[in-house]
């Protein structure tokens, strides 16, 4: 084969991988498996192709010598290879972690470099290739045939030999603890820390234009959820959650977008009608919520990963922006 058409390949791969991975980490329903489907069949497609970029990496090699690009490209190489093995590696369970980072970071911080790093390894390689003909049209398909029978190889495998990856959820997450409080892993977005919480906090609450402070008593109120925390860190868990569901604090009709933020500052936006099913939690398995999971308030959105569950609920607030009006992710 030959090298244009290889380095063609991995380039549009490695797009596919790097877009599909992006879409899967913002959606939190069944519909999620196609993203996660399409990722782990670019992943796959992208090592049948190594030993042909291999090839490709060597014929190019001994036509040049400049030394400054010989090292991007090596750092490319490894950090393709590190973001293909940890993202295996994430799916089948087997290493959750690699010292003090989990498998999950070690593949999207490596697969982050690898796409900041292709650019400049690009630039002065053309790749000029025609795509028409049947020919091209076999080699796709062939390739993709051989992707999809090496990904079903690697479910089958992970099934078999009773891998925790054959009990993956829609969204690639493995599960952990569900129904027992106590085990559900504690984690954050990016930097965020649990913060002092006064004594006797309340939330502000502005759903018309006026104000109210809820007590925690206020928003104990017994409504019960049983939801999925689904982390983009790979993992989910099920839990029953009990307080107040916002539906229930916000009078009919109010329209907008409702804005809950933490006494972190990080925020998150939802839709007014997603009021019920969105949730201001302040027990978790029948018991009062810890600090790590957001005491004294939290909120709980079914269906959304975990990064929209803001902890330490400072505000919620209703206005009339449209609820896309913020970034995808947030970023703290
Ligand atoms: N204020 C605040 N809320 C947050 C986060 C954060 O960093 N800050 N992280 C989110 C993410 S990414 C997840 S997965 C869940 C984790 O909740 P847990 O620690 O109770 O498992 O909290 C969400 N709520
Ligand atoms: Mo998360």
New binding site residues.
């Given amino acids: 084969m030959r090298s244009s058409r290889t380095n063609l390949a991995v380039v549009v791969l490695m797009l596919v991988a790097a877009a599909s991975g992006l879409v899967a980490f913002s959606l939190g329903t069944p519909i999620a498996a196609l993203p996660v489907t399409v990722h782990g069949l670019a992943g796959t497609a992208l090592l049948v192709l190594a030993p042909w970029k291999v090839m490709a990496a060597y014929r190019g090699l001994r036509g040049r010598a400049d030394g400054r690009r010989w090292r991007l490209s090596l750092l490319l190489a490894v950090a393709t290879t590190v973001a293909l093995v940890s993202g295996f590696l994430q799916a089948s369970g087997a290493v959750p972690r690699l010292g003090s980072l989990t498998m999950m970071q070690v593949h999207v911080g490596s697969a982050l470099l690898a796409v900041v790093l292709t650019p400049a390894h690009l630039r002065g390689r053309p790749m000029n290739v025609a795509l028409a003909g049947r020919r091209e049209f076999l080699r796709a398909g062939g390739l993709f045939g051989l992707a999809g029978l090496a990904w079903l190889g690697f479910e089958g495998a992970l099934r078999s030999v009773g891998l925790p990856g054959g009990q993956r959820r829609f969204t690639g997450s493995h599960e952990r603890g569900s129904f027992d409080a106590a085990a559900l892993p504690a ?3 990016l930097d965020d820390r649990p913060p002092e919480v006064a004594e006797g906090h309340r939330v502000r609450f502005d759903a018309t234009g006026e104000e109210r402070n809820l007590s925690i008593e206020d928003l104990d109120r017994g409504d019960r959820l049983v939801a999925t ?5 790979g993992w989910y868990s099920t839990q029953e959650w009990e307080g107040a569901l916002l539906a229930n604090l916000i009078p009919p009709g109010v329209e907008g977008s409702i804005l809950v933020t933490s006494l972190t500052g990080y925020r998150r936006r939802f839709p007014v009608s997603d009021a019920h099913r969105l949730l201001l939690a302040t027990r978790l398995g029948g018991e009062p919520l810890r600090s790590s999971h957001g005491a004294p308030v939290r909120l709980v959105a079914p269906g959304r ?3 929209w ?1 803001v902890k330490w609920v400072a505000a919620v607030e209703i206005d009339g922006r449209p609820a896309w009006w913020q970034l995808p992710f947030p970023m703290t």
């Fill in positions: 984690t954050q977005w925390l689904d982390c983009t860190s990963r975990g990064f569950w």
